[in-house]
């Protein structure tokens, strides 16, 4: 008989994105390993982004419990729908760039839904789920994060009814790169500092997607802390033919802060100087882009070898990874994006084809690129390096035998990773 667990969760499918494809590959395989997962979801959502294909992954037989969400983007849509969207997407413009109602938003966003918007989904989302985990002899919860008020039902629910409890986090809380354009008074900083601890303090078992995250959640609580990485799944699909261009692909949102000028200049040099790379050079941007990149990209004159393609679904996202020439990675240059391990790196991973990352010093993306052999990581000072590995790329394209040779990478799959968690979850 398998072990029940109830995994709490905002982004479920039809949501599009990332977030969502972690829970759904953990539900679609932890059958094979002894737990029978029971997914509770909201059941009216405000998704940024929409995949109705991802509804296909879902077991058919799984339990999906539903509870109404009052959604708060709702209502500040009526204000501005274009800042509200941009905002619910996580796209956060520069403070100069910002509107007034923008600002607004903002600050409303970050002083009066602590710790985020759907904080009013907690109490009722506890009431609920507290007579149905007795009703159903259920002793394992797990909630997910972000929005990392589902800890908090997973803590209340911890303390109401003595059970085991997971606190998975895919992202960190407060030291997440976004706090910072929030305009957090002392106040509502300390308040969201305080919540964080007594998360970390109350679970029983805490999953983090990262080293660095494992580390900084160490210095907070004495909890066992458990890093287990994003990872791939095996995609169905007719394999592509590759781009006769030599395509450089950025696939997922490319937000303000990505912004990496040593690329952009880089691609122009190598424009004005070689004449074969000026004719076969397109670079695609494969979903959501902030209006400063591509005002950056401009102002580099490459806005000739621009493709802006948009947001597709997650299936048309995989196959502009298998069939691009290349693939790019980029993270925000800081200290506190040592720690992000984006999901789609993984997919990259097995695509076969070689990885451009940049993103700060001694970051995790880093290791985990030079240890599977899929690519090359820079820094956002890394001038000749990267002008170098893009001419031997080129130079491989135009030849005929540019792609990855990747090692290492079984450990990545999303079967082994639920393996892993599923040992976890059946500890006594």
């Known amino acids: 008989m398998r072990k029940k667990a ?40 405000s998704y940024p982004i929409v995949d109705d294909n991802l509804l296909s992954e879902v077991p058919k037989d799984i339990s999906i419990l539903k509870q109404p969400i009052k959604e708060p983007y709702r209502v500040a849509r009526l204000f501005s729908k274009k800042s509200a969207k941009t905002i619910s997407r996580g796209i956060i413009h520069k403070t100069k760039q910002q509107s007034l109602i923008e600002r607004t938003m903002l600050y409303v966003r970050g002083n009066f839904f602590i710790p985020d918007a759907r904080k009013n989904w907690v109490n009722p989302s506890v009431n609920f789920l507290y007579n149905y985990i007795v009703e159903n002899d259920i002793d394992t919860i797990i909630t997910t994060g972000p929005p990392h008020s589902l800890h908090l039902i997973g803590m209340e629910l911890k303390i109401r009814l003595k059970l085991r409890w997971f606190a998975d986090f895919r992202d960190p809380w407060t030291t997440i790169g976004y706090h910072k354009k929030l305009k957090l008074t002392k106040t509502s900083l300390q308040k969201h500092k305080t919540l964080e601890k007594k998360v970390l303090m109350t679970a029983d078992q805490i999953i983090v997607t990262s080293p660095t995250t494992k580390v900084e959640f160490e210095a907070i609580t004495n909890q066992p802390i458990e890093v287990i990485t994003n990872g791939y799944d095996y995609e169905h699909i007719t394999p592509p033919k590759l781009d006769t261009v030599f395509s450089i692909a950025h696939i997922g949102s490319l937000l303000s802060d990505r912004n990496p000028k040593v690329l952009w200049q880089v691609l122009k040099d190598l424009i004005v100087e070689n004449t074969a790379f000026r004719q076969d050079f397109k670079l695609d941007l494969v979903g959501a882009v902030s209006e400063e990149i591509v005002a950056t990209i401009k102002d580099f004159n490459l806005e000739s070898h621009l493709n802006l393609v948009g947001y597709v679904s997650h299936e048309d996202a995989i ?5 691009s020439q290349v693939l790019l990675l980029i993270e925000i240059d800081s200290d506190e994006t040592k720690c992000i391990i984006p999901g789609k790196l993984f997919e990259y991973m097995i695509s076969n084809r070689p990885i451009i990352a940049i993103g700060p010093k001694d970051a995790d993306i880093k290791s985990l690129v030079k240890d599977t052999n899929t690519g090359k990581y820079f820094s956002y000072n890394d001038y000749d390096c990267l002008k170098f590995t893009i001419l031997e790329y080129f130079n491989a394209f135009k030849a005929g035998h ?13 079967k082994t990773l639920t393996e892993k968690l599923a040992r976890l979850i059946l500890k006594e």
């Open 319 to 323: 196959i502009y990874q298998r069939k």
């Open 402 to 414: 540019l792609k990855s040779f990747p090692v290492g990478l079984q450990r990545y799959s999303r």
């Open 6 to 45: 109830l995994i709490i969760a905002y982004y479920w499918p039809p949501a599009g994105g990332p977030g969502v494809q972690r829970w759904l590959k953990f539900v679609k395989y932890l059958r094979h390993f002894g737990v029978e997962p029971i997914v509770y979801v909201p059941e009216n959502p």
